[in-house]
């Protein structure tokens, strides 16, 4: 099984927000990394078919010869429901829409429910619902006739830490045999279950590899120092600040920076956060 993205570029007007993309994907769970602008979301659009690019292709190949738009699953940003409709009708509703016709439909659309925890409201109005269990309900969709590709746009979106945390796991259980794309601006999702690292910056691959294999760029680069609370925000406007942790009149403040910042900064190990502020300048 392989997803293959072969030089694709889009452009909006005078902004190019994939130039000449290509990437290859094997089963696993890739994490998108970059800022806003960065190409994430049309690189998104372009797999999942809502986003013709300008030039390029995306292919799709596995042992059975399948196409990739039955072999799909895709959670967008922003998911659109009927709000009369209950969780379980949703779910039917979308096993027609994709033509997936499971052996016992109900026994099916209850065990994605109890999946994503909403086993207890499978009957109750999406319009009652809140914004995470909307969250949940649309990563129950997006697992409908079990896709060989999936794709996650800020999923943990109006999770609960606990809801995060079944989420990763979810998530993390799929990427053995899948080919699982999460885009998310919370870092320690991707840290927690990436296998592979894709860090985006003006529609191009900065970096790719495992979390390992990306943050060693920054190892001997970032630093921890005490200073005066009131000198917080001087430092932060000098340099790329990660971390300020207030210790009473004194803060413990983490830097990302090539020379030491201060006479008594010590090294740490580094993280995905502070190669996002080393690459992009922000988290």
Known sequence: MELIIKNITKTYGKKRALNNFSLELKPGVYGLLGPNGAGKSTLIGVIAGLVKPDSGTVSYSDEKGAR????????????????????????????????????NIEKYCCELLELVNLSDVGKKRIGAFSGGMKQRLGIAQALIGEPSVLIFDEPTAGLDPKERVRFRNIISSLGSDKIVILATHIVSDISYIANEIVLMYNGEIRDIGAENEVISKVVGKVWECEIPSGEVIAVMNKFKVSNVVSQHEKCRVKI???QKPFSDAVNVEPNLEDICLYEFGEL
């Open 68 to 103: 990739l738009n039955s072999q799909l699953g895709y959670l967008p940003q922003y998911q659109s429901y009927y709000k009369n409709y209950s969780a379980a009708e949703f779910l039917k509703y979308m096993c027609a829409l994709k033509n997936y016709k499971p052996r």
């Open 256 to 258: 990302v920076s090539d």
